[in-house]
């Protein structure tokens, strides 16, 4: 199935760092109905003003984009907060789009469903597997009932809803806030913030043994429209490069691409997270998709990119 030019689309969480890019693709290849909200014009959390929203607008095609996320320390300190919004957010739009009667909903999951100590790289199957790493279980345990709710209202509803698990993401409108962000914003800014101020050091968190996977938001973006008209089974399917680094590896690419040339001091007082989370990314690639943007390459637009745009 391909989605037809004029076919109303529901982009919810569009401003974000997924959905923008999602956004900028579907202008891109000619897409002429898109509906979009900000959360101030729709709180997703709210179930009745979900429901009269699809009453009143009846997509055809709903990309769920739309989440509470952020990175290592976020998770860890605000952990109700991640899994409450989450669990709200799309527990009401995965249900009032089958009930509204949609096509076909993607949904979004992460990379840290899997459990800690999976085997790498991480088949699909590993799923349940094991116990969770601390520090984002309240998210992961969201993101798993969501993608076990669209296998529900698959199995008994015929509900065509897939979900996407794309591994560690960046790239341009990503959130550059030092205690809420990711680590490649957060060590792009601190690299930045000390070439300025000519310090002779950055501080990294952790002790950069561990080991992450990352892809570039626009090659995100092209796997989410590709699984819309290639992908229709329950079970969730992962998305990345194949390929990671430690983040000692990443912290000394990203200080080369900004060119700060002062060393890296290792802040053990932070959590390192998982050990490893590289996909298994074989069942995606054997349906024709694969990333085409490297890490060298999306590193630097996304610093010309902050560059640009930093307040
Ligand atoms: N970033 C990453 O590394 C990864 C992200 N993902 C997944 O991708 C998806 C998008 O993430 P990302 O783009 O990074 O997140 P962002 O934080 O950049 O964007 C989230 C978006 O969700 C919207 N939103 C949040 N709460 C509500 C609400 N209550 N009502 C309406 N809208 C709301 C925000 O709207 P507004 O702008 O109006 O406030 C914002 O546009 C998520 O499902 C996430 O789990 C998966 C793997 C990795
Ligand atoms: C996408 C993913 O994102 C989160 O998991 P995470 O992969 O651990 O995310 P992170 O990018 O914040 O950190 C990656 C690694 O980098 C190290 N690190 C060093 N220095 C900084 C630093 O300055 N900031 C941050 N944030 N991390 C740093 C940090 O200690 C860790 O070892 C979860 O929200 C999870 O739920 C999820 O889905």
């Not at 952020?70 to 789009?97: H, K, W, Y």
């Not at 050091?201 to 092209?222: C, I, K, M, N, Q």
Request: with cysteine.
């Amino acid at each position: 199935m391909s989605l037809a030019k004029d076919a109303a689309i529901f982009l919810a969480g569009h401003r974000g760092l997924v959905g923008s890019a999602i956004l900028r693709l579907l202008e891109a290849r000619g897409y002429q109905n898109i509906i979009t909200r900000s959360r101030d014009q729709l709180d997703l959390a709210n179930q009745a003003s979900v429901r009269d929203f699809f009453e009143l607008e009846r997509p055809a095609y709903v990309i769920l984009a739309a989440a509470r996320v952020g990175g290592i320390e976020a998770n860890r300190t605000r952990p109700a907060e991640f899994i409450s919004e989450n669990l709200a957010i799309q527990g009401n739009v995965i249900d009032q789009a089958y009930r509204s009667g949609v096509k076909k909903l993607l949904f979004l999951g992460s990379s840290c469903i899997y459990p800690r100590l999976a085997a790498q790289p991480i088949r699909e199957e590993a799923l349940l597997s094991g116990p969770l790493e601390p520090t984002n279980e309240a998210y992961a345990l969201a993101k798993i009932a969501g993608l076990k709710m669209c296998a529900a209202y698959r199995q008994q509803y015929g509900f065509d809803a897939i979900s996407l698990m794309p591994t560690n993401l960046y790239g341009p409108g990503d959130n550059f806030d030092l205690e809420s962000s990711h680590v490649i914003p957060a060590l792009m800014r601190k690299a930045h913030e000390a070439k300025k101020s000519g310090a002779a050091s950055l501080t990294v968190w952790g002790s950069g043994r561990p080991r992450r996977e990352f892809l570039h938001v626009d090659d995100l973006a092209s796997a989410c429209l590709f699984a819309m008209d290639h992908y229709d089974e329950g079970s969730p399917m992962n998305v990345g490069t194949g390929q990671d680094l430690s983040i000692k590896q990443l912290a000394e690419a990203i200080c080369h691409v900004v060119g700060f040339n002062g060393n890296l001091t290792w802040d053990d007082s932070m959590p390192d997270g998982t050990p490893r989370k590289l996909l298994d990314i074989s069942r995606m690639s054997g349906l024709g998709w694969q990333a085409s943007i490297s890490l060298e390459e999306g590193l630097k637009s996304t610093y010309q990119w902050y560059l640009d745009n930093q307040t």
